[in-house]
């Protein structure tokens, strides 16, 4: 595969970028506050951002930077302050009734980011490659999924199950940063704006939820079986 | 020629759904979707049959070939049919200040289901893809009953967690691309089976399952199927159909694209074994639910699943017949849930109640529509003389190689189950002595009754005969899939 040769510098750059946002998924993991997770993922992402920017100056690709400051300022800004007012009008400010402990949640987290990396480093011996960067990238972003998928099956807020869709695809993000940084511009615009309508959509059917049904927690929503 | 018709098809629907927005009127909504529904309908019809060869457009945005132009066809069909439905359907409803933007919401999301086919890149088809989700959640939640929001809600957090991962495995495709062509590049099906010969086997392999399992979410496949009976069963019942005849076959159309690349990059036995796997699962799950159904929706839901398993395990099988076997499945299976779902709706209706158990002697009581569903019962099963036995039969010999003669078993013997647990519901409907239930109402009246027949002669129609134009279009198809997208 064609990975631009990075300078040490960089690349533990990169690296501790890409760790940073993969603890950042840890805290959402771990705490049981919704505010919390809003937090962590704003800065996340604006870890992400900040990676963005730093492989444009790399690869010298000012198409980069735009998405650097698109991604802060939708991903850092504008999808926080809409969760925000999500969280405001449910009225929910913590998950109640945990399926499974935190602490237990952050064990089992740590397994899948122990998956991630035993595949990161299968796909990188099928590629003939030993780059760490590639490595590290592929384990952050193959863990960042697991552990939205695992938020999304532990929790039962409906705020869980948006912040959960919204570390996938932030994992997703953070990967093609480092993997594909030449992916068209279009595509990437699109994408983020697809997020936000998608996180638009999400917070008025919230809202329907709570009024139609009186509760945001998945766990009593036990009606359609079979 | 072919691109103005699609051209028509991606502006149509949009304008309708813009147009809906702005007007005051339920009426002057009704009459403009039906007419783009009309329009529509009439540029897709002769598009499959013009695709050969395919043609591309906008700036390499737009593809017309002949898979994507029958999945269009398929859904402009649907469409139609859905309109017409939706005229007496939703005016039962009570709410006729609501149905400006139910008709709104309806004619974008066939909009997006419409385009996705014709999309000639992956990443916007993927974005296509992600849109029909995001405007049919508001469908199917559009009754404000506690269960269809929450249906809406587990349709919108399932399919969207799952085609995450269909983003995750078109990230890797467009990676693994760039050893041949370098980190720039656009991502068109064409250029992605272009190089699919220089890209790695293993990364091929994985960003395969990666979209098998996103995009089979999507598409109702067994064991991400989960959102789909409650989707299906809790929307108003055009937006039933359009979803089981229309957005299915759009998302399946992805695994299919991505299942020829991943083949051309020589991931081997592992793409078509793993559709073939889910394709048994689904009929599974769907023998087992359907077996012991007790919502008349919610029967026609795991039907879908069902069926969306028999496409599968057609394109599984691949070659010429097991893919003309797929395509045409693709379009009877469209035509039939239709009138299923038509006829669902109908008899929620007039019983007031979504259980099978309270509604009795269907066939006496509504002689017309009780025939025209009953007709439909039997064809969704697979019997002779409607068009499913036909295709269902195709892809059953597209199988019958050593390699392939346990999935073949297995999906004869599960349809036999299918046969025997739908038709014993349709029984009872029809045919069980009970205590006097008068319906409460006619059935649903002009309107349904004309969808229902518009559905359910093309199917005898098409069970009697073949066309053989189709074949043609069937083996383009198949030829686009053997060498790489178009």
Redesign the interface.
Known sequence: MTLPQFTPLAASFFSLLAIGSLLLAFVMLGSRWLRDYMYAFGLQSWLIALLSATMGYHVHNPELYLIALFTALFRGLLLPYLILRILRRLGADRELDLIVQPATALVVGAAAVVLALVVAYRIAAALGSDSSVMILALTVMLSMKLIGFLMLSVRHEAISHILGLLILENGIFLGSQVLIPGMPLLIELVILFDLLVAVACFGVLARYLVKRTGTTSSLKLRRLVG | MSLALACIVLIVPLAAALLCLAVRSPRAAEAINLLASLVTAAAALPLPFLAEPARIGLAGYLVVDPLGAWVVLCAALVYLLASLYAVGYMRLLGEPRRLMRFYALFAAFAWTTLAAPLMN?A??YW?AV??TT?VS??LV?FE????S??????Y??VV??GI??A??GT?LF???G??AL??????TWGTLGGVAAQM?P??AT?SFLLVLVGYGTKAGLAPMHTWL??AH??GPAPVSALLSGALLNTALLGIVRYKSVAEQAGAGAVPRTALITLGVLSLLIAAL?IV????VK?LMAYSSVEHMGVMALGFGFGGALGVAGALYHMLNHALNKSLMFFGAGAMMRAYGTKEMTGIHRVGTHFPFVGTLWLAGAIAITGAPPFGLFLSELAILRAGFTPADAWAVAIMLVLLVVIFAGFLNHFRIMYFREAAAVVPQTRAAGFWCSLAMLLAGIPLLVLGLWWPAAFTTVFHAANAALMQGMP
């Open positions: 890149n990443g916007v974005i992600e849109l995001l959640t508001f939640g404000h009953a506690p269960e929001i929450e249906a809406a809600w587990k919108i957090v969207s967690a995450s991962l983003l995750l990230v467009y990676w693994a760039t050893a370098g980190p720039h590049y656009d991502m790695n293993t990364l994985l009976p409650d069963s809790e639910f012991r159904q007790q919502g919610r």
